[in-house]
């Protein structure tokens, strides 16, 4: 029997709760319908380290950050080690698909650091979100811009203005046709119409909808903020008890947003996503045309999510549920039931296994056996650990998930949370004082898991790790044109008029 088709699609930082067919009320989004009904819907995916970079690590190396080193966009694991990636966790899932027989190819954003890092796939057309020096040329997407589409070469930012606009509604400066989220479906189309005896491993990775959010027309005006629902917030100290929530908040030019805006904001994305919807059933129409398409495994599923301004924050990095729970589609119509609904615990390291799996033999490394458990061979998993921030320093916080609880525990202030999940999924009220013993129970797992030399310094005495609260140090993230020469604003306005405009 020859091994299926794998095709992994996922976008950034898109919520789980934007799809119509599991509950939104509020959304238009017909192909991802489509997908549900496919295969399987996971209810409770999550993301273990809600940011871009580490996040993407976990998915290609099926490892969490205390194997790929990788705790948030910046932070590094101990830089004694000279170890690489590969050679700590094993070949990445497309160089290890490869290596099974299948014709690999990736398409979109990948974040890796460095930025065009050799990844295993035999074709491998980036899209990423800016460009360094001369990296717009590098860049497939930015190449197709600047010779295909030179009339739109002026443009510093292709899928919208950051810095102090990063959460301001906008409109795509490009038209919906030549967006970077119609060119990475058009390259799928075209690899999947490749005639090759191989089955293909395929990585399709759209930059949407993370902000800015910037859907193009008509998608911009898709929705009424008005119908929006308003973003919900925590009495007492839940909400200011995670650090990083106002640090990025300032950071991102997005700590006085009303709500007024945040409705608007949330029409945008919405408008994104609906925007990504189509690009994607151009993807499924391009698969169903096949003649193998009942043997083709497709998974969706996205980095992390984002606040959109739920408990007053905006952005990821935080384990409430707005940033770490994620859409998780899978379907195989050869093996998979159709329109199913599954609770157990899932997160993005399984996907190296379901890519494996479907291959032959599940490689699981730091994750579990999602098609095994699918098919009564393997068991769930009872816990699953999320982290953020170098363990042993302040910004270390660390998430426990099991059953219905979920436990939080920042470093910074030795604080605590404990949410019922199943009762409470907006996470309103904090249980740690009305249910000791369950926060034990997890406070424990925790500690057990960081049982390990990656893991000690998060550790003192046999417990999890505190440091005096200390607020960060407030400060902006600027986000220009870097490839241009932009660094900021200038020192005095009429300085941006002599700036000679470049093609990157």
Request: aromatic share 10%.
């Amino acid at each position: 029997m020859s091994s299926p088709n794998v095709l992994f699609v996922m976008t950034d930082q898109q919520r789980f709760d934007t799809i119509a067919a599991l509950g939104n009320d509020h959304i238009y989004t017909p192909n991802l319908d489509r997908l549900a009904a496919r295969g399987v819907t996971f209810t409770n995916g999550y993301s273990t380290c809600p940011v871009c970079v580490p996040a993407r690590y976990t998915i290609r190396s099926g490892c969490e950050p205390l194997s790929t080193g990788i705790f948030t966009n910046g932070a590094r694991r101990n830089p004694d080690d000279s170890t690489t990636m590969e050679e700590r966790c094993g070949p990445f899932l497309a160089r290890t698909m490869r290596e099974r027989g299948y014709r690999t190819f990736g398409i979109g954003k990948f974040h890796t650091q460095p930025t065009y890092q050799d990844l295993g796939y035999d074709v491998h057309l980036h899209s990423e979100e800016g460009y360094g020096k001369g990296n717009r040329r590098r860049d497939a997407f930015g190449k197709f811009i600047l010779e295909e589409h030179p009339e739109y070469a002026w443009l510093e930012m292709l899928q919208g203005e950051r810095t102090e606009m990063y959460y301001m509604p906008q409109m795509s400066p490009l038209p919906a046709e030549i967006t970077v989220e119609n060119w990475a479906a058009e390259r799928a189309v075209e690899q999947l119409g490749v005639e090759d005896p191989r089955p293909f491993f395929g990585m399709v990775s759209f930059i949407g909808p993370h902000p800015p959010c910037a859907p193009p027309l008509p998608y911009n005006r898709m929705y009424d903020p008005d119908r929006m629902p308003t973003p919900y917030r925590a009495e007492g100290e839940i909400d200011g008890a995670d650090e990083q929530v106002t640090w990025m908040n300032y950071a991102i030019w997005a700590d006085d947003i009303s709500d007024s805006t945040a409705r608007t904001l949330r029409a945008r994305y919405y408008g994104e996503i609906s925007y990504i919807d189509a690009c994607l059933g151009k993807i499924l129409d391009a698969v169903e045309a096949r003649d193998d398409a009942e043997d083709t495994v497709i998974c969706f599923f996205a980095d992390h999510g984002d606040h959109l301004g739920d408990h007053g924050a905006w952005q990821k990095e935080s384990f409430f549920e707005s940033a770490c729970h994620v859409p998780y589609l899978v379907s195989w119509p050869a093996r998979l039931p159709a329109g199913q609904q599954r609770d157990e615990i899932v997160a993005l390291t399984d996907l190296f296994g379901i890519a494996t799996g479907a291959s032959g033999q599940a490689e699981t490394r730091d994750g579990i056996d999602v098609l095994g458990m699918l098919e009564g061979r393997s068991a769930p998993r009872e816990n699953l650990f999320g982290y953020y921030g170098l363990p042993g320093t302040p910004l270390f916080k660390i998430m426990v998930r099991s059953g219905q609880w979920k436990y939080i525990y920042m470093a910074n202030g030795g604080r605590e949370q404990l949410f019922d999940v199943n009762q409470d999924p907006c996470e309103l009220e904090n249980l740690c004082a009305a249910r000791p013993e369950a926060a034990a129970k997890l406070r424990a797992a925790a500690v057990e898991a960081l049982s390990c030399p990656e893991g000690q310094p998060a550790l003192e005495g046999g417990s999890l790790r505190s440091f005096p609260f200390e607020p960060r140090p407030l400060k902006r993230i600027y986000q220009f044109a870097g490839d241009r020469g932009v660094r900021g604003f200038p020192e005095k306005p009429e300085d941006v008029l002599e700036r000679p405009v470049t093609d990157g």
